[in-house]
């Protein structure tokens, strides 16, 4: 099943289907059918899609759909009977926080990138009566990894502080990178977890905030991955 992968949208984000009745692919003369509600999945549905591997986290790539998951790699594959509940209402609270990427895609960079404001969860069987509720994102095809020795512009952190959030992870891994109309790159975070927001007494930025203060600097990192001249 590794070598299956699914075909390539050809527009560069398509918006989820409510009431799609699943796709069959012939997978080494096997045949298997996906079906892929945006309300919910067995984790052997997630399995036959496109997967990638990062540091903490499996993410899995529907193409057909143009929807992305991401699952943790501490739940992901293992023996449900021995994933505790407590750590599921953990993640769910993760998930939850991944949607806060919906506003700031609203308003960052003039608004330019509303369209793929449709992050959202969906509940992923993982059997025995365990269900954990994944993060599900849009893929832009347009987007690009940031690699390994470059760094994220200043301005767009700066983007974000004007709008009013407050980032601290500032890491390769969380953000992407997107051509603009000057040939330059547009940076778009897609990890909020450690995102906070002015004004907002939540856990989330309240954490944000001691983290700074801590560290002596709005970033964890101390700007390791900041460039400070674009």
Avoid at 43 to 64: A, C, P, Q
Avoid at 92 to 97: L, W
Wanted: charged content about 30%.
């Amino acid at each position: 099943m590794d070598s299956f992968t699914p075909k390539t949208l050809p527009l560069s984000v398509q918006p989820p289907e409510t009431n799609r009745q699943g796709s069959s692919h012939n997978i080494d003369s096997l045949n298997i059918t996906i079906i892929s509600h945006t309300s919910s999945f067995t984790i052997d549905d997630l399995h036959i899609l496109e997967k990638k591997s990062g540091g903490n986290r499996n993410v899995y790539f529907d193409r057909e759909l143009g929807r992305g998951y991401k699952i943790p790699k501490d739940i992901d594959g293992k023996d449900p009977s021995k994933i505790r509940g407590v750590m599921l209402e953990f993640l769910r609270r993760d998930t939850e926080k991944e949607l806060r990427l919906n506003d700031i895609y609203e308003v960052i960079y003039q608004g330019k990138y509303a369209y793929l404001a449709t992050f959202s969860s969906v509940e992923v069987d993982l059997g025995e009566g365990k269900v954990f509720s994944a993060p599900s994102f849009p893929i832009n095809r347009d987007a690009l990894p940031i690699e390994k020795g470059e760094k994220i512009s200043l301005s767009a952190i700066q983007e974000l502080q004007k709008a009013g959030y407050n980032p601290t992870d500032i890491k390769l891994d969380n953000f992407v990178k997107v051509k603009n109309e000057e040939g330059s790159y547009d940076y778009l975070p897609i990890d909020a977890k450690l995102i906070g927001k002015d004004g907002s007494s939540s856990l989330r930025s309240r954490f944000v905030k001691r983290t700074q203060e801590a560290r002596g600097h709005f970033d964890m990192y101390k700007g390791k991955h900041i460039d400070t001249a674009i």
